[in-house]
């Protein structure tokens, strides 16, 4: 009996020129929030038709890696501009009223990886990792019990005193200060019942319902760099997502 044979891979030209940037990226040639070469200078660099670098960009664009300003150009995408700052955090008042967010750290920490959070991270169990509890008050109430877990090696240095420096913006830190910018997330949401400890740190009763969100936060090239547990109180918020 003759083995069938997989047919050969193919990806678009486009796509080939999207990974090159992307590796650009990674290597650290641009940094969050600075231009990136016209499409002119990049069809240039990689011998490709002007239309091919507009349609890798589109795609990078579309992934929120990259920004368009009009009559300006194209610039790496960062987390210091007001409207990505808190990119990732969708919960909002029912009443849809701006609230003031503050950040009060509980507690940061050197532990070792393990079991299934070790696996998303991609790393062996036992390596060093550091993790991070926190409170996120929204106008002066507790709404999020944040528990974050990092890879020690590419966040040398993370500590309380740098956390709170940057007043508990962590993407905006992982940024300037490592170099590290997160560029999409996946989530996993479920109802749960508050447990003794959750709160008595949200001043909550025990069995009072929360929101679940446990993340996974991806650098360039998909690598990923942060667990998050997040157990919400959302009694007057809700949980938004635009769908495109």
Known sequence: ??????????????????????????????????????????????KVS????????????????????????????????????????RLTASNGKKELLQ????????SKAQGEVARMLALKAGTSVIEVKRLLNFSDRSLILDHIILPSGPFKGLGAARIEENKGSMYS????????RMVRAEERLKAIAADKSSAK???????????????????????????RLGLCVTDDHHYVNELE
């Open 201 to 227: 740190e949200l001043g909550i009763a025990p069995g009072f319902p929360l929101l679940s969100i446990e993340r996974v936060s991806y650098t360039y090239g998909d690598k990923p760099m942060e667990w």
């Open 103 to 110: 950040h009060q750290l509980i507690s940061c920490v050197r």
């Open 1 to 46: 009996m003759n083995k069938q044979l997989n047919p050969p891979s193919f990806r678009p030209l486009y796509d080939q020129i999207k990974v090159l940037i992307t590796q650009s990226l990674i290597a650290g040639e641009w940094k969050p929030g600075e231009a990136i070469p016209s499409e002119i200078e990049l069809a240039h660099r990689y």
């Open 50 to 89: 002007q239309g091919t670098v507009r349609k890798a960009i589109d795609g990078l664009a579309a992934e929120n890696i990259v920004v368009r300003r009009q009559g300006k150009g194209t610039y790496v995408a960062t987390h210091n501009e007001e409207a990505s700052k808190l990119r990732f955090l």
């Open 173 to 180: 830190m992982y940024e300037t200060q490592y170099g590290i």
